[in-house]
């Protein structure tokens, strides 16, 4: 299992960005893709971006498309979440999370487990 803790959230208006950071603990960080999921009032957790145990594929929701980036370092044990452009639609808390399974990149959020407390995201319009 990893123990996850996202940073970087805050309150910012539409049109900025925003990085968030999620960092890891646990030996089996390197073997299990990421998820960068949100969560706004009165609405269901969604997954906006998931990266690969190894880096090399990447998934977007169509909401962030073009506006997000995900990346992660194995060495240092991180994920981070560039968020440009941001909108009002933007704010949520956001949470990482890690694959259930090792060696497997699936973009569903039943993959993913081992929550974070998550970050705060506040855009204003």
């Known amino acids: 299992q990893v123990q996850l803790v996202e940073s970087g959230g805050g309150l910012v208006q539409a049109g900025d960005s925003l990085t968030l950071s999620c960092a890891a603990s646990g030996r089996t960080f390197s073997s299990l893709a990421m998820g960068w999921f949100r969560q706004a009032p009165g609405k269901e957790r969604e997954l906006v971006a998931a990266i690969s145990y190894r880096g090399g594929s990447t998934y977007y929701a169509d909401s962030v498309k073009g506006r997000f980036t995900i990346s992660r370092d194995n060495a240092k044990k991180t994920v981070a979440l560039q968020m440009n452009s941001l909108k009002s639609e933007d704010t949520a808390v956001y949470y990482c999370?890690?694959?259930?399974?090792?060696?497997?990149?699936?973009?569903?959020?039943?993959?993913?487990?081992?929550w974070g407390q998550g970050t705060q995201v506040t855009v204003s319009s």
């Open positions: 999370a890690a694959s259930r399974t090792p060696y497997t990149f699936l973009v569903a959020a039943y993959a993913y487990d081992n």
